[in-house]
């Protein structure tokens, strides 16, 4: 029994301390972003207004990255970006303008992809 509770707190100590990751991406003013395990999605900062990023997004996600955009719905400073990858996986980049002229985007590929999320990141920024 003593081992069955040793074994059972350990997976959820690893659980619960594994559910974010630092990630380095090729934004100047936050070199730092972050991915959510538990929820497949991918955060970090940009320089700019929403205007602008979102324009980078749209050419991020198009011309760059090849994928087919699907919608945008607009918010009060925010935007919403649809997309389609292969085999139908859902894109879905969210962009929120924050103080200090940052905007805040968070990507969600699929059920999560680090990857494909740092990449679309990347070519946003």
Known sequence: MKKYLTVFF?????ALCSCTTNVVVDSTANPMATYDEISGT??????????????STNIALERD?????VGQ???????????RAELDVQIVVTLKQLP????????S????NL???QQIF???A
């Open 10 to 14: 350990s997976a959820c100590a690893f």
């Open 42 to 55: 991918f955060s970090g900062k940009l320089p700019g207004t929403i205007n602008n990023v979102f324009k």
């Open 122 to 124: 990347n070519a946003i």
């Open 100 to 107: 200090n002229d940052e905007v805040g985007v968070e990507i």
């Open 73 to 83: 719905i607009p918010g009060d400073n925010t935007w919403k970006v649809y997309a």
């Open 65 to 69: 990255m090849k994928f087919f955009r």
């Open 115 to 117: 990857m494909k999320s």
């Open 109 to 112: 590929y699929g059920d999560g």
